[in-house]
């Protein structure tokens, strides 16, 4: 029997998970002058690693994962992964991914580091006591609002915000679509937001700085309180208040005159979780406002994971839909 092994360590973010995959993948298949084109040909060559980690019966449905790569350009460099497919930015990932790597000694502990995601170069800021990571900030890549979209959703008009934060975000304002977020069941939110999804890609929102069309890959549910529900791959609920999420909402508020450079949120997700944070600068390009949205959180480690793949173990990688 051949069999093959991947090496695992999983934390929590504000009850989000993400596996970090620190060893298994053979060099080869993650190649590239830069994350985003190592990201690309792991996702060639070798999606079915993602699947076997991520889906059933190894992973679930909301299973989320990280794998670090090497970068010169930064300390670090690091792609996301779902059960689904890929994500270029993940706050509450790397807020994870940071977090078990200094616990561990993978990194050094020091408090300021540079992050190479597929999105950009992200600067993140650690406080470290007795080893132990307290919180993680980083400071997002370019966000900007690109337009309103309205759709229509069980015969009524619903008005979409599409906002670039590392991610192309559908922000909605959870009411407009029928559903509460301060209710205790979260899976109430997956279809409606997915069925919202749907309708704005087919109507193919532009980037306003591409010119480019883009695919919206996350819905972000907001209430007034600062309570979000964010909903991303094949209907997974991100426990967290999302960390892309959160630097959307921010750009949001901002843009529209609620939000003063500097001024603090604190923003709750699902499951009571909180993640803080303010826009640090803005500037105006080709007329779009840009900011710079620096968001925190904690994360936990949860355990470490030797996962098997054995050649007589046909049932192959799943999701239960
Ligand atoms: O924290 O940015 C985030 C995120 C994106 C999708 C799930 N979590």
């Given at each position: ?62 299973m ?17 992964m ?30 300021e580091l ?43 008009p ?6 670039y ?71 997974s609920?991100?426990r ?7 630097c ?33 600068d ?14 925190s ?14 050649d ?10």
């Amino acid at each position: 029997m051949e069999q093959t092994e991947f090496t695992t360590v999983d934390t929590h973010t504000g009850g989000e998970p993400t596996r970090i995959v620190l060893d298994g993948i053979e060099a080869d298949t993650l190649a590239g002058a830069t994350v985003e084109e190592r990201r690309d040909r792991f996702a060639a060559t070798s999606d079915d690693i993602r699947k076997l980690l991520m889906q059933e019966p190894r992973g679930h449905a909301d299973m989320f994962g990280a794998v670090p790569v090497p970068t010169d350009r930064a300390d670090l460099g690091v792609f996301f992964m779902d059960t689904d497919g890929y994500l270029d930015m993940c706050g509450h990932g790397l807020i994870g991914v940071v977090t078990a790597l200094i616990e561990q000694g993978e990194l050094p502990e020091t408090p300021e580091l540079t992050v190479e995601t597929p999105a950009g170069l992200v600067d993140v800021t650690a406080e470290i006591t007795d080893g132990v990571v307290r919180r993680v900030a980083f400071e997002n890549v370019d966000s900007y609002v690109c337009e309103t979209v309205t759709v229509e959703q069980d015969g009524d008009p619903v008005a979409a915000r599409i906002v670039y934060s590392g991610n192309y975000f559908a922000v909605v304002d959870a009411d407009t679509i029928g559903v509460t977020l301060d209710c205790e069941d979260a899976t109430q939110c997956i279809g409606p937001a997915l069925e919202l999804r749907r309708a704005v890609n087919d109507v193919a929102p532009k980037d306003p700085l591409t010119g480019s069309s883009v695919t919206v890959s996350a819905v972000e549910l907001t209430a007034r309180d600062d309570r979000s529900c964010v909903v991303f791959a094949d209907g997974s609920v991100d426990r967290s208040p999302c960390g892309t999420g959160t630097c959307a909402r921010l750009t949001l508020h901002h843009v529209d005159g609620d939000l003063a450079t500097g001024e603090r949120v604190e923003v709750t997700g699902p499951v009571g979780s909180t993640f803080e944070g303010y826009i640090t600068d803005t500037s105006v390009n080709d007329g779009v406002t840009v900011t710079k949205p620096v968001v925190s959180g904690t994360a936990h480690i949860t355990g470490e994971h030797t996962f098997y793949r054995t050649d007589d173990d046909t049932l192959g990688s799943f999701t239960l839909t």
